[in-house]
């Protein structure tokens, strides 16, 4: 420890401990030289020896390389400044990534304690599910001695505030919620348990920050004030912090104490019923104990509860916990997908790092000259390899800064566009500073490497290093070209495919009766007269029932094995008039009879795979005694699945006990926007308790067919880029073989060679490694792109236009890579060229 | 081991011990420069001599080195080592 010390006073210290050490030496000499000695030595070696005692050699000689390096590197700018362009473009879009997976994944949420934070959901072997019964809920909270503190959130539809047109999202969460997060009220208080905890409390609300700008323009008055939400009076009691952090990424505009959902949906039963799986469950570990034990003791009371109240637990049910102080919980999925775009990402930095290689292995030769000095000089070949990695670590590191910089302006740019949660900045933190440097070092290594040993070994004659480069180069760019190209198909497909309805002129209104405790005989007369209402408006053409309205926010979805056949099955229950309202055609066959028992039927992707080449009318469908038969056949109708192509529905008839769950399908003669005050004046009229969600179904197909749209935007980019470093590269290499072997060319030309020939001649070894590098990135592409299915709606994975189009890209750059230096050697001035030696 | 048994008794500049080894060796040792000095600056860092400012012979200003604790424990190490391999020599070279 001490020498240490030593060590690093003397590095600091040593101009001056440097000339005392000379002055010493020299007055050593006077005094040999006094007593006749004169045994000089040589006096630099001899320091140079002292100085070595004190270790610090290879620090000098790093140094001395770093700043060769930069004297090297400013020399050719040209060369810089594509390099440093290419590896920032390589090295920035990892880093894009790397963050974004990052922020979503790996950062703790800015609350108390994230890393003791757990997401509860139910799993089964066969099921399941992430939302539990309240019951439950307040279950495993009493009983769990592992678990110091449970919360619970309950999504509702959008509730009306006042008297406004526009619905607000809304929460319901256990007074706890807050506290635990240990969340500050920016004004007032918020929601905690000493006060919100009875449901005969005075009600409150709490707004979040950014719904307080907007609807209540920031004015802290509203304090204390009392607004009405789906008509009942509620206090408004605080405000959010602008950089509030919620739990699993919700962001609601209000929050209400979990005890008082009855009072706003009148009726409801969600807190006492065991069988209403809606609330979604936070616990946090008790100090000390880890997440297992946790799981133990949960399933350990998931059995008793089971003995307790069977209907509430599945069987073999367990509480599985996910970490939950994170933006997103992972799914298993998403680790999938995050790593394919890993691996894409880090295609783009091999192109890169390709393209890099072979830029520095042409100028190897042209340093030749100086390195053969160096080594004539007497310099190791271990020396001048060690000099060429900092050269190539020195350019890395420019580049990674240059890319980090590019990664978080993109970061920034997306969480703006995006409207991430405030508390999200794109400043790098320490994780992704380690990725960044990470990056640099693989980098350096994979462009550097192979040179500098090639270099020092001064084997650069050899051309198959530089063919091996350009092979990976194309191999690299296939796919990533292919991919880019399968996307777009993909995307294109998904926007212009016609889902089979007529969105365009559809309202949905959904009244939730089931949740306001309306029994099914209510129901029946409830919808009875709200449809005939609706009927009787001059806009409205016409008015159907079903229970998963279009885009709706419930999916049901099964993968089922019938007759050996895989299919991907959309049930839905809807009314006779269904098809009629939502302009899907009866191909043959009949609606049903209102309430026509086991009856079904089936779009027309289904009868075809289920019998093929058959009538599909009056075949049988489900297992069980009773099985339904197949009374007609509809045009495919992807109501919730808008780019499946491979869903296939299958409606049956609403019956009695279906009415508390239906939604109301309006089809409007005219624009829809102008029918939903009308509705909503209906719907008040008639049962005033209830207040139904409208939604405009145009609206949302546009919404996601957007979202669809941006993402055929970033795939283009992603393509885009790795077009240029395909092109910059080969364009690149290709030019360098040919300006090194100009004077051959010249003196070829001279001699009476077409010029053509002799082109064809100096490219020819680029041949080979050109078509093994599509062969292996077209084989590459069409292996890994199973991976892709399940982003590949409706498009094959051997889509053939997208890998015609992707190859002949590739072949176009490739052609016009070798064409551009061509013309270049085509126009050589002869005899000039010939004269310059 | 030489040097450090040398500024045992008193601190020396660096040409003083060499002189001086040579001198109490009846001529039998020198110590090159090349030697001591690389010799001095490992004494230095491993932290056994320290050096210090004073005035030479020839009223030139030069650095003294002398013992550190730590140095007296490595030299007592040392000769004590020396002795032993000595010995055992002796005695091989006497009776074997």
Same mark, same amino acid.
């Given at each position: 420890m001490g020498e240490l010390l030593r060590r690093t006073r003397y590095l600091f210290n040593r101009r001056r401990l440097d000339a005392e050490l000379e002055s010493d030496m020299e007055f050593h000499r006077e005094m040999a030289a006094r007593a006749g000695r004169n045994n000089f030595g040589n006096t630099l070696r001899m320091r140079e020896r002292a100085q070595e005692a004190w270790g610090w050699t290879w620090l000098d000689r790093l140094v001395q390389d770093v700043r060769y390096g930069i004297r090297i590197l400013a020399r050719s700018p040209g060369f810089t400044a594509m390099a440093v362009l290419v590896l920032a473009i390589g090295i920035g879009v990892n880093v894009a990534a790397f963050s974004l997976f990052d922020m979503v994944a790996l950062k703790p949420l800015p609350v108390r304690d994230p890393d003791l934070i757990l997401r509860l959901e139910r799993r089964s072997p066969n099921a399941y599910t992430s939302e539990m019964a309240y019951p439950s809920f307040a279950f495993y909270r009493d009983h769990a001695k592992t678990l110091s503190a449970a919360m619970a959130v309950l999504g509702v539809p959008p509730m009306q505030i006042d008297d406004d047109l526009q619905p607000t999202s809304a929460s319901f969460v256990t007074p706890n919620y807050f506290p635990e997060l240990g969340t500050q009220a920016a004004y007032g208080r918020l929601i905690d348990s000493a006060r919100d905890d009875s449901a005969t409390a005075p009600p409150t609300v709490v707004l979040s920050y950014g719904f307080w700008q907007r609807r209540f323009g920031g004015d802290p008055s509203v304090i204390g004030r009392v607004i009405h939400l789906s008509k009942k009076p509620v206090t408004i009691i605080g405000i959010t912090p602008f950089d509030f952090a919620s739990l699993g990424g919700q962001r609601p505009d209000i929050w209400m104490p979990m005890v008082q959902q009855p009072y706003f949906i009148e009726g409801s039963k969600v807190l006492t019923d065991w069988n209403d799986s809606s609330v979604r469950m936070w616990g946090k570990l /008790? &100090? #000390? @104990?880890p997440a297992k034990v946790a799981e133990q003791e949960l399933r350990a009371l998931t059995d008793q509860l089971r003995k307790q109240h069977p209907e509430a637990v599945w069987d073999q049910e367990y509480l599985q916990s996910s970490p939950g102080g994170h933006m997103q919980v992972m799914q298993p999925e998403m680790y999938q997908v995050a790593a394919m775009v890993g691996v894409l990402t880090l295609l783009i930095l091999a192109v890169a790092c390709a393209n890099l290689g072979g830029l520095m292995l042409a100028r190897a030769v042209t340093r030749s000259h100086e390195i053969g000095i160096r080594i004539a000089i007497g310099a190791g070949r271990a020396r001048i390899f060690r000099q060429l990695c900092t050269e190539s670590l020195l350019l890395a590191t420019l580049g990674s800064v240059a890319g980090l910089a590019v990664g978080c302006a993109v970061i920034r740019i997306a969480i703006s566009k995006l409207d991430g949660p405030k508390w999200l900045s794109a400043t790098p933190d320490w994780r992704v500073l380690l990725f960044t440097v990470g990056m640099t070092v693989a980098a350096s290594l994979f462009f550097g490497l192979a040179p500098a040993l090639q270099i020092a070994r001064q084997r650069q004659q050899r051309t198959i290093a530089r063919q091996i480069l350009v092979g990976a180069q194309v191999a690299a760019s296939c796919v990533l070209l292919i991919v880019a190209a399968l996307l777009l198909r993909a995307t294109q497909h998904a926007l212009y495919t016609d889902p089979g309805f007529g969105y365009q002129q559809l309202v949905s209104v959904d009244p939730q009766l089931g949740h306001h405790g309306y029994t099914p005989a209510a129901s029946r007369a409830y919808l009875d007269q709200i449809q005939s209402r609706l009927q009787a408006l001059? #806009?409205? @053409?016409s008015v159907s029932l079903v229970k998963l309205p279009p885009l709706g926010h419930a999916v049901s979805r099964a993968r089922r094995e019938i007759n050996g056949h895989a299919l991907l099955m959309y049930p839905n229950w809807v009314e006779p008039g269904f098809f009629k309202t939502m302009n899907i &055609? *009866? *191909? @043959?066959g009949r609606t049903f009879y &209102? /309430?026509?028992?086991?009856a079904v039927i089936v779009s027309e992707s289904m009868a075809r795979q289920q019998w093929p080449g058959k009538n599909p009318l009056d075949q049988k469908l489900g297992d069980g005694d009773t099985k339904d038969t197949v009374v007609g056949v509809v045009g495919d109708a992807h109501i919730n699945a808008l780019s499946d192509d491979d869903a296939t529905e299958q409606y049956w008839a609403a019956q009695q006990d279906d009415m508390p769950g239906m939604t109301v399908m309006v089809r409007a003669g005219g624009e829809p926007g102008s029918l939903s005050p009308t509705i909503k004046a209906i719907s008040e009229n008639l049962a005033p308790t209830v207040l139904p969600e409208i939604r405009q179904i145009k609206l949302l197909y546009h919404e996601n067919v957007s979202q669809i749209e941006q993402v055929a935007g970033v795939v283009s980019l992603i393509g885009i880029v790795a077009v240029l470093l395909a092109g910059i590269g080969i364009i690149g290499l290709v030019a360098f073989t040919v300006s090194q072997r100009t004077k051959e060319i010249a003196i070829r030309i001279a001699l009476g060679a077409k010029p053509a020939a002799v082109l064809s001649a100096v490219l020819r070894q680029f041949r080979w490694p050109v078509v093994v590098g599509l062969v292996v990135g077209a084989g590459s592409a069409a292996a890994a792109s199973r991976l892709l299915r399940v982003a590949l709606y409706g498009v094959s994975n051997l889509d053939p236009a997208g890998y015609a189009g992707a190859i002949g890209v590739l072949m176009a750059i490739v052609i016009i890579a070798a064409l551009l230096p061509a013309r270049r050697a085509l126009r050589l001035d002869l005899a000039r060229t010939l004269h310059y030696d | 081991m030489l040097i450090l048994r040398v500024l045992q008794t008193n601190s020396l500049h660096g040409y003083a011990i060499a002189q001086r080894i040579h001198l109490l060796s009846s001529e039998v040792l020198a110590v090159e420069e090349g030697l001591l000095y690389p010799t001095l600056q490992k004494m230095l860092l491993k932290g056994w001599v320290t050096a210090e400012w004073g005035i030479s012979e020839t009223n030139r200003k030069v650095r003294f080195y002398r013992l550190t604790p730590e140095g007296r424990a490595h030299l007592k190490a040392e000769v004590a080592g020396f002795d032993r391999v000595t010995q055992a020599i002796q005695e091989i070279l006497r009776t074997a």
């Amino acid at each position: 420890m001490g020498e240490l010390l030593r060590r690093t006073r003397y590095l600091f210290n040593r101009r001056r401990l440097d000339a005392e050490l000379e002055s010493d030496m020299e007055f050593h000499r006077e005094m040999a030289a006094r007593a006749g000695r004169n045994n000089f030595g040589n006096t630099l070696r001899m320091r140079e020896r002292a100085q070595e005692a004190w270790g610090w050699t290879w620090l000098d000689r790093l140094v001395q390389d770093v700043r060769y390096g930069i004297r090297i590197l400013a020399r050719s700018p040209g060369f810089t400044a594509m390099a440093v362009l290419v590896l920032a473009i390589g090295i920035g879009v990892n880093v894009a990534a790397f963050s974004l997976f990052d922020m979503v994944a790996l950062k703790p949420l800015p609350v108390r304690d994230p890393d003791l934070i757990l997401r509860l959901e139910r799993r089964s072997p066969n099921a399941y599910t992430s939302e539990m019964a309240y019951p439950s809920f307040a279950f495993y909270r009493d009983h769990a001695k592992t678990l110091s503190a449970a919360m619970a959130v309950l999504g509702v539809p959008p509730m009306q505030i006042d008297d406004d047109l526009q619905p607000t999202s809304a929460s319901f969460v256990t007074p706890n919620y807050f506290p635990e997060l240990g969340t500050q009220a920016a004004y007032g208080r918020l929601i905690d348990s000493a006060r919100d905890d009875s449901a005969t409390a005075p009600p409150t609300v709490v707004l979040s920050y950014g719904f307080w700008q907007r609807r209540f323009g920031g004015d802290p008055s509203v304090i204390g004030r009392v607004i009405h939400l789906s008509k009942k009076p509620v206090t408004i009691i605080g405000i959010t912090p602008f950089d509030f952090a919620s739990l699993g990424g919700q962001r609601p505009d209000i929050w209400m104490p979990m005890v008082q959902q009855p009072y706003f949906i009148e009726g409801s039963k969600v807190l006492t019923d065991w069988n209403d799986s809606s609330v979604r469950m936070w616990g946090k570990l /008790a &100090p #000390g @104990t880890p997440a297992k034990v946790a799981e133990q003791e949960l399933r350990a009371l998931t059995d008793q509860l089971r003995k307790q109240h069977p209907e509430a637990v599945w069987d073999q049910e367990y509480l599985q916990s996910s970490p939950g102080g994170h933006m997103q919980v992972m799914q298993p999925e998403m680790y999938q997908v995050a790593a394919m775009v890993g691996v894409l990402t880090l295609l783009i930095l091999a192109v890169a790092c390709a393209n890099l290689g072979g830029l520095m292995l042409a100028r190897a030769v042209t340093r030749s000259h100086e390195i053969g000095i160096r080594i004539a000089i007497g310099a190791g070949r271990a020396r001048i390899f060690r000099q060429l990695c900092t050269e190539s670590l020195l350019l890395a590191t420019l580049g990674s800064v240059a890319g980090l910089a590019v990664g978080c302006a993109v970061i920034r740019i997306a969480i703006s566009k995006l409207d991430g949660p405030k508390w999200l900045s794109a400043t790098p933190d320490w994780r992704v500073l380690l990725f960044t440097v990470g990056m640099t070092v693989a980098a350096s290594l994979f462009f550097g490497l192979a040179p500098a040993l090639q270099i020092a070994r001064q084997r650069q004659q050899r051309t198959i290093a530089r063919q091996i480069l350009v092979g990976a180069q194309v191999a690299a760019s296939c796919v990533l070209l292919i991919v880019a190209a399968l996307l777009l198909r993909a995307t294109q497909h998904a926007l212009y495919t016609d889902p089979g309805f007529g969105y365009q002129q559809l309202v949905s209104v959904d009244p939730q009766l089931g949740h306001h405790g309306y029994t099914p005989a209510a129901s029946r007369a409830y919808l009875d007269q709200i449809q005939s209402r609706l009927q009787a408006l001059p #806009g409205v @053409t016409s008015v159907s029932l079903v229970k998963l309205p279009p885009l709706g926010h419930a999916v049901s979805r099964a993968r089922r094995e019938i007759n050996g056949h895989a299919l991907l099955m959309y049930p839905n229950w809807v009314e006779p008039g269904f098809f009629k309202t939502m302009n899907i &055609p *009866l *191909l @043959t066959g009949r609606t049903f009879y &209102p /309430a026509e028992k086991n009856a079904v039927i089936v779009s027309e992707s289904m009868a075809r795979q289920q019998w093929p080449g058959k009538n599909p009318l009056d075949q049988k469908l489900g297992d069980g005694d009773t099985k339904d038969t197949v009374v007609g056949v509809v045009g495919d109708a992807h109501i919730n699945a808008l780019s499946d192509d491979d869903a296939t529905e299958q409606y049956w008839a609403a019956q009695q006990d279906d009415m508390p769950g239906m939604t109301v399908m309006v089809r409007a003669g005219g624009e829809p926007g102008s029918l939903s005050p009308t509705i909503k004046a209906i719907s008040e009229n008639l049962a005033p308790t209830v207040l139904p969600e409208i939604r405009q179904i145009k609206l949302l197909y546009h919404e996601n067919v957007s979202q669809i749209e941006q993402v055929a935007g970033v795939v283009s980019l992603i393509g885009i880029v790795a077009v240029l470093l395909a092109g910059i590269g080969i364009i690149g290499l290709v030019a360098f073989t040919v300006s090194q072997r100009t004077k051959e060319i010249a003196i070829r030309i001279a001699l009476g060679a077409k010029p053509a020939a002799v082109l064809s001649a100096v490219l020819r070894q680029f041949r080979w490694p050109v078509v093994v590098g599509l062969v292996v990135g077209a084989g590459s592409a069409a292996a890994a792109s199973r991976l892709l299915r399940v982003a590949l709606y409706g498009v094959s994975n051997l889509d053939p236009a997208g890998y015609a189009g992707a190859i002949g890209v590739l072949m176009a750059i490739v052609i016009i890579a070798a064409l551009l230096p061509a013309r270049r050697a085509l126009r050589l001035d002869l005899a000039r060229t010939l004269h310059y030696d | 081991m030489l040097i450090l048994r040398v500024l045992q008794t008193n601190s020396l500049h660096g040409y003083a011990i060499a002189q001086r080894i040579h001198l109490l060796s009846s001529e039998v040792l020198a110590v090159e420069e090349g030697l001591l000095y690389p010799t001095l600056q490992k004494m230095l860092l491993k932290g056994w001599v320290t050096a210090e400012w004073g005035i030479s012979e020839t009223n030139r200003k030069v650095r003294f080195y002398r013992l550190t604790p730590e140095g007296r424990a490595h030299l007592k190490a040392e000769v004590a080592g020396f002795d032993r391999v000595t010995q055992a020599i002796q005695e091989i070279l006497r009776t074997a």
